[in-house]
């Protein structure tokens, strides 16, 4: 499988290991990377901004492109930062949009609440429509 493929093919969510990263880092610092690589090498850098509440960081992140962009998998990623910084309104937006525009599906809001119980974000996944959740779609 492409190298690019095989991370794509990974929970929006996810992402490796210190030691697991390595390989992908090295082939996304050479030129021509592709860019669906660079961009989750950048998902990469911006959740662990965001765990260390740089958000000027994870803005710029955010910015140049953490997923093929008005997709499911960057609506998911946005809507975790979103919630790691507490603004989970905002994360709410972000999934409606993804729904609303087609890029996605009325599952969304559950698949953004698991993410964030995964990530112990226990009230950002009840309210987006976790366990005992509130959402309704």
């Known amino acids: 499988?492409?190298?690019?493929?095989?991370?794509?093919?990974?929970?929006?969510?996810?992402?490796?290991?210190?030691?697991?990263?390595?390989?992908?880092?090295?082939?996304?610092?050479?030129?021509?990377?592709?860019?669906?690589?660079?961009?989750?090498?950048?998902?990469?850098?911006?959740?662990?901004?965001?765990?260390?509440?740089?958000?000027?960081?994870?803005?710029?992140?955010?910015e140049a492109g953490l997923a093929e962009p008005f997709t499911e998998r960057?609506?998911?990623?946005?809507?975790?930062?979103?919630?790691?910084?507490?603004?989970?309104?905002e994360a709410e937006h972000v999934v409606a949009q993804a729904v609303q525009l087609g890029a996605s599906d009325e599952g969304l809001p559950r698949r953004v609440a698991e993410a964030c119980a995964r990530e112990g974000l226990r009230e950002a996944a009840e309210r987006l429509g976790g366990p005992g959740g509130r959402h309704e779609p």
Do not use: K, Y
């Open 74 to 89: 960057e609506a998911i990623r946005l809507a975790l930062l979103h919630c790691m910084s507490g603004s989970v309104a």
């Open 1 to 62: 499988m492409e190298p690019t493929l095989e991370l794509l093919s990974r929970d929006p969510a996810w992402r490796p290991t210190a030691e697991e990263a390595a390989p992908w880092l090295r082939l996304a610092e050479a030129p021509g990377a592709p860019e669906g690589l660079l961009r989750e090498v950048r998902w990469w850098g911006a959740f662990e901004a965001a765990r260390r509440r740089a958000w000027d960081e994870v803005s710029a992140l955010a």
